[in-house]
């Protein structure tokens, strides 16, 4: 299945932080959620065959990767207090919604 | 754009009752549907998915949701509640991200209570 790592975090306002998934086997494309509290995911981006295939309503802070082996990583520098949510990767099968699996996700907390 | 709208970000009903959790779409072309299950502190886990074949779909743990156009509607229903389907509820649509990409677009949810 996706894995996501680590399973908490707490960072403070103004540092960056990174965070990872790994896609479930035969999975090339990995797609990243944000949910803030009491709220739906929001989709940030998403990677398909290591270049960023789409795009939603982020800020250039919010940048990823993703590797050869198609497992991918978060990065958000300059943390804000509202950045604080659960952070949800989802892997699937060339960018094919039908396909997709979501990770447990990641809980940051921004203070 | 497309849009999910979930009526009711609270639903209560008792162990055994019949379960209603509505899904309202916005799409100019027929969508795929989504609806996912979220547990306390855990990531979203998929209860079943729409794409355009038998209207009426069926998911796990008992569930199943009925794709009506004329209605651009796609309720969840279970007709017997369990204690253990406590937890909160998301209905998506997939739409264009651009790219050739696809992404989900989420309702705010509903929170499902099951009381004894």
């Known amino acids: 299945g996706v894995t996501q790592s680590p399973t908490h975090l707490i960072k403070t306002r103004g540092q960056q932080v990174t965070l990872r998934c790994s896609s479930q086997?035969?999975?090339?494309?990995v797609s990243w959620y944000q949910q803030a509290l009491g709220q739906g995911p929001q989709f940030i981006f998403q990677y398909y065959r290591k270049e960023e295939n789409g795009r939603g309503n982020f800020p250039p802070r919010f940048s990823g990767l993703q590797f050869p082996n198609y497992s991918s990583e978060l990065n958000v520098n300059a943390l804000e207090l509202d950045d604080s949510a659960l952070y949800l990767c989802?892997?699937?099968?060339?960018?094919?919604?039908?396909?997709?699996?979501f990770g447990p996700g990641t809980r940051l907390l921004v203070l | 754009a497309q849009s999910v709208t979930q009526l009711g970000s609270h639903v209560s009903v008792s162990e055994g009752a019949l379960v209603l959790l509505r899904c309202n779409y916005s799409s100019s072309v027929p969508p795929y549907l989504f609806w996912y299950v979220q547990y306390p502190n855990q990531g979203l886990q998929l209860l079943l998915k729409y794409t355009s074949a038998a209207t009426l779909v069926k998911g796990i743990n008992g569930f199943e949701a009925e794709f009506k156009k004329s209605e651009t509607s796609f309720h969840l229903t279970k007709p017997s509640a369990h204690m253990s389907d406590a937890a909160e509820y998301f209905c998506?649509?997939?739409?264009?991200?651009?790219?050739?990409?696809?992404?989900?677009?989420f309702g705010k949810g509903t929170k499902l209570t099951v009381n004894p």
């Open positions: 989802a892997s699937s099968i060339d960018h094919r919604q039908e396909t997709q699996y």
């Open positions: 086997s035969g999975h090339n494309t």
């Open positions: 998506a649509v997939s739409v264009s991200s651009g790219g050739g990409s696809e992404k989900l677009v």
